[in-house]
């Protein structure tokens, strides 16, 4: 028996899972969102989108493609760009990247914003106090003075002066209604989904087929190296990302394994 297979199936902290074990990443997504649910941030569909991301990412290699790179780096321009970027965080986000996060929104100096598709106040605040644990100082979403047109009541709630007033969204994991409702708004979004067939990144400007452990701490490393550069570099960065061009070599790579350029 190799020691990986004396990994237990319930880890009580993830550090006693072995980096070196070949499934690492995913036996870490599995467990941080196991904790998730049961500290009441997570909701329990989370792990049903949890098990058909990490069904793609199996696809993907689970690796940060080429073309993924491309979009993080184009994400970080986006940002970087942004009159007033916003994060948007769900319940597997905010137990997948707490940190990440929090660190993202300092270095391109966004908003961080709890937004549900499930959403009730004590998920609101068990996110917003654990994100807080996290570093975050400020947390939007609570209020939730606002409304996303054309969207059913709970879904909708936005912060007057956070997501409905953002020029630029990141919206990881999302729905498809609201990824669409949002689009129909006028937002630049940025999405992270594994599923590049999903409606959410088929609306994205720019659309990160990646999984979120990898995708945000690479757009963070990509916006602390543009973070100097002319506005317009970073909008001619912008101009050459192709979104459909992504969405297709994510598929294309899902389908049969390449890999693109
Ligand atoms: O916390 P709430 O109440 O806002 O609910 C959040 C979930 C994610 C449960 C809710 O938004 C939902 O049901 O989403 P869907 O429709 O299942 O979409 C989630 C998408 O995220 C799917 O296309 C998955 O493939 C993708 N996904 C899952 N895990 C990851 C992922 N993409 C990137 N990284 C992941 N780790």
């Known amino acids: 028996m190799s020691d990986h297979d004396t990994v237990p199936a319930d880890v009580e902290h993830e550090e006693e899972i072995p980096e070196d074990h070949p499934r690492y990443q995913d036996l870490l997504t599995r467990h941080r969102i196991e904790r998730g649910v049961e500290k009441g941030i ?4 989370g792990m049903h989108a949890e098990g058909r991301g990490s069904a793609f990412d199996y696809l993907l290699g689970e690796e940060t493609t080429p073309s993924a790179n491309e ?13 007033h ?24 100096d966004a908003d961080l914003e709890v937004n549900l598709f499930n959403r009730t106040p004590e ?9 807080r644990d996290h570093g975050a100082e400020e947390v939007k979403g609570i209020e939730a003075d606002a409304r ?14 956070g997501i409905f007033d953002a020029d630029v969204v ?8 609201r990824a ?31 999984n979120i452990i990898r995708a945000i701490p690479n757009v963070t490393e990509h916006a602390r190296k543009l973070a100097d550069r002319e506005e317009a ?3 001619a960065i912008v101009e050459a990302f192709d979104p459909e061009a992504a969405l297709e070599a994510a598929e294309e790579r899902i389908r049969t394994g390449a890999v693109d350029g």
């Open 42 to 45: 997570t909701h329990l569909q």
């Open 71 to 83: 979009a993080e780096r184009a994400a970080a321009a986006v940002l970087l760009l942004a009159e």
């Open 170 to 177: 990141l919206v990881p994991l999302e729905d498809g209604d």
């Open 123 to 131: 998920r609101i605040e068990a996110i917003a106090d654990h994100l």
């Open 233 to 235: 570099e970073l909008e």
């Open 180 to 210: 669409e409702a949002l689009d129909a708004m006028g937002k630049t979004e940025i999405v992270v989904d594994l599923n590049p067939m999903s409606r959410s990144p088929r609306v994205a400007d720019v659309p990160i087929v990646d």
């Open 85 to 108: 970027p916003v994060l948007s965080i769900n319940g597997n986000v905010a137990a997948l990247v707490p940190g990440e996060m929090v660190e993202l929104a300092a270095v391109v």
């Open 148 to 161: 996303i047109p054309n969207l059913e009541h709970e879904r909708a709630k936005v912060d007057g002066d």
